[in-house]
């Protein structure tokens, strides 16, 4: 049997909890990291119809608003 002091006991089980918290931990942290998608353009649109702002995620050439469902002109801004 492997006699341990009790401090050594209670050092081992300080590192091992906070292995159990830190290495789950980072391993997310990186995994979030490579996740990001790359920067896309979004355009900020004005319904010509309603006047409600949307966003254009896609970046369409003709956008739709989602509110009226109306076709508006692009806009240069
Ligand atoms: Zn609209």
Same mark, same amino acid.
């Given at each position: 049997?492997?006699?341990?002091?009790?401090?050594?006991?209670?050092?081992?089980?300080?590192?091992?909890?906070?292995?159990?918290? %830190?290495?789950?931990?980072?391993?997310?942290?990186?995994?979030?990291?490579?996740?990001?998608?790359?920067?896309?353009?979004?355009?900020?649109?004005?319904?010509?119809?309603?006047?409600?702002?949307?966003?254009? %995620?896609?970046?369409?050439?003709?956008?739709?608003?989602?509110?009226?469902?109306?076709?508006?002109?692009?806009?240069?801004?």
């Amino acid at each position: 049997m492997i006699q341990v002091s009790l401090e050594s006991a209670i050092t081992l089980y300080f590192v091992i909890t906070t292995l159990m918290i %830190a290495l789950p931990w980072v391993y997310f942290l990186l995994l979030k990291k490579k996740r990001t998608k790359p920067f896309s353009p979004v355009k900020l649109h004005r319904c010509e119809y309603c006047l409600s702002s949307f966003l254009d %995620a896609e970046a369409r050439k003709i956008p739709r608003c989602p509110t009226c469902g109306s076709y508006n002109t692009p806009s240069n801004s």
